[in-house]
């Protein structure tokens, strides 16, 4: 080809989106072509990656990766902004996930593909170890012990061996700054904290990166996820349920809790040995309304009347796990609810959405740019989430970063099966949705891996 030809390697130039402990498990080497790796901590990293090697980029053809394509949809639109010379990058479509869908036997790529799920890292059927212990450099790849850096808490490759002879590590970014200042706390959530003397102070702010993760006044904001309760909860049960969750993501997200607009009755089941009974046992009373909190729904079932009694009243029916099924009307009240609430206690980044709570965030992404510019969405988190046969569905793949959070063994969420949220999983673009499974039932997990698998996913956004 003639030199200034788009297929010339001269003029292609391969960028990495993703982070620094990404990239060490697994890359793309295409012969002749310069494959850049920004080698950052954090997605967030990237645009002054990009401000300060912009020459790197300026007048080349840039084909950027990332895991699923989320990433490189935002910073490639960022690279076009720069104007003139910057008007050819493209993208993997799908990212690395999808090209390993094609070429089983990994193609180009080599290694592994790091995933924010409970699998970590998925490879192909090349076998070829990229990574390397970071204390004695022998070949190694797998992340699942977790390890983190002391100072700054991006993962590391240590070893077996070298993980029995130590538990503190400095990860090669800390070690090319020169952050080795001796005896340091753990460090939880992303935030440094440590003493320094003035000198130190100066030498460490100097670089923009290392920078990033002191606290500063002009600390980038935290995300905002408005929070959507389950059938017959409140803000209030929820907020409390969740109280393991926003503490643990206390520095990197503000969850907001409101409760759904449909107001539901007071009911109780009757236990009483009297078979098709619905009369209470002697002696048995429900406790005065006055002193239980109002029970919400986002979707009700067709027949509810909307009116709510002022006392407690037994249910005409034994509960029935799969009750969510009929609940489908209320929809369209509970959008105009949630477009004012995003109008009055807005903006919000992403939605987290637990049983029907998903179920109704699911049902705003299948409305895609319908509800521009009054709702609009970065990202979704969906617990025990489940999908509705409604025509707000479609048959159209959902295009919105989401995040799948669920049992993973038939029987251990008894309300919503794992069978019923990985399909709404499936209702998500290829490439647009992560997958956390867990071994609990009906709840959100907090514990390890689970919680570093959330905020991954919450980092790319910050």
Wanted: charged share 25%; glycine share 8%; net charge neutral.
């Amino acid at each position: 080809m003639k030199n200034g030809s788009p297929t010339d390697d001269k003029q292609l130039v391969l960028l990495d989106a993703r982070n620094l402990y990404e990239t060490r498990i697994g890359k793309f080497h295409a012969p002749s072509v310069e494959t850049l790796d920004p080698g950052i901590r954090q997605y967030s990293d990237l645009p002054s990656w990009i401000d300060d090697n912009s020459e790197l980029l300026r007048g080349k053809h840039v084909l950027m990766y990332c895991t699923g394509g989320i990433r490189c949809e935002m910073a490639s639109a960022y690279i076009r902004s720069k104007g003139a010379g910057f008007e050819n990058v493209f993208q993997l479509y799908g990212g690395i996930q999808r090209y390993l869908e094609q070429f089983p036997d990994g193609g180009f790529f080599r290694g592994k593909n790091f995933v924010f799920d409970h699998r970590i890292s998925v490879g192909s059927s090349d076998t070829s170890i990229m990574g390397a212990c970071l204390i004695c450099g022998s070949s190694y790849d797998n992340y699942s012990s977790r390890c983190r850096c002391t100072h700054c808490r991006i993962l590391v490759l240590v070893c077996d061996s070298c993980q029995i002879k130590s538990d503190a590590y400095v990860c090669e970014l800390c070690q090319k700054h020169r952050m080795d200042f001796g005896s340091i706390p753990s460090v939880e959530d992303g935030e440094l904290a440590t003493v320094l003397d003035k000198n130190d102070l100066k030498t460490v702010c100097s670089d923009s990166k290392i920078s990033s993760q002191l606290p500063s006044r002009n600390a980038p904001r935290k995300l905002r996820i408005l929070c959507l309760h389950g059938f017959r909860q409140n803000a209030s049960s929820f907020k409390g349920r969740s109280a393991s969750l926003a503490k643990k993501l206390k520095s990197i997200a503000e969850l907001v809790f409101i409760d759904a607009p449909h107001e539901l009755p007071f009911i109780y089941q009757s236990c009483t040995e009297a078979k098709n009974s619905c009369a209470p046992p002697s002696g048995q009373h429900a406790p005065p309304p006055e002193n239980c909190k109002r029970k919400y729904a986002w979707l009700v079932a067709s027949d509810f009347g909307g009116k709510v009694e002022a006392d407690w009243k037994i249910a005409n029916q034994p509960f029935d796990p799969l009750q969510y099924q009929g609940q489908t009307d209320g929809f369209d009240v509970s959008l105009a609810y949630l477009k004012k609430m995003f109008s009055e206690q807005g903006p919000f980044d992403g939605i987290l959405g637990f049983s029907q709570g998903a179920a109704m965030a699911a049902l705003l992404c299948a409305q895609g740019d319908k509800l521009k510019g009054e709702i609009d969405l970065r990202f979704v988190i969906l617990c025990s989430g489940f999908a509705l046969p409604l025509a707000d569905f479609g048959q159209k793949p959902i295009n919105c970063p989401s995040l799948h959070i669920f049992g993973s063994d038939p029987g251990k969420d008894r309300q919503i099966t794992s069978h019923t949220s990985r399909y709404l999983a499936s209702r998500f673009e290829d490439g647009c949705s992560v997958i956390i499974e867990h071994e609990f039932g009906h709840i959100i997990p907090t514990r390890s891996p689970y919680m570093d698998n959330i905020k991954d996913f919450l980092r790319r956004f910050l």
